[in-house]
Nanobody
Framework: QAPLVETGGGLVQAGGSLRLSCVAS????????AAWFRQAPGMKREWVAS???????TYKDFVKGRFTISRDDAKNTLYLQMNSLKPEDTAVYYC???????WGQGTQVTVSS
């Protein structure tokens, strides 16, 4: 399987912004749906956003208007731009290509009050 590597997490105060990146070793984002998930401490991993290979985008309801998923096929990179962050957004964020069961190692996002 092709590896996925997430970067861009960190500590930010409520109302701040972060941009997460996910780099694939190949062009898998051109042929399959890519997605972001997150997992808070003690909680089940949950879906956040998806983008199909054709560019159709969907979001979890609670992040609509704040998060933007996108990709750069030339760089084999998936992005999640996160604005107006809230403490409840605190979690480990993962990128994935579920069809091929590709998962990254995760990047920590912590939002303080």
């Amino acid at each position: 399987q092709a590896p996925l590597v997430e970067t861009g997490g960190g500590l930010v105060q409520a109302g701040g912004s972060l941009r997460l990146s996910c780099v694939a070793s190949g062009s898998v984002f051109k042929i399959a749906t890519a997605a972001w998930f997150r997992q808070a401490p003690g909680m089940k991993r949950e879906w956040v956003a998806s983008i199909t290979n054709g560019g159709y985008i969907t979001y979890k309801d609670f992040v609509k208007g704040r998060f933007t998923i996108s990709r750069d096929d030339a760089k084999n990179t998936l992005y999640l731009q996160m604005n107006s962050l809230k403490p409840e957004d605190t979690a480990v964020y993962y990128c994935a290509v579920p069809t091929y069961e590709y998962w990254g190692q995760g990047t920590q996002v912590t939002v303080s009050s």
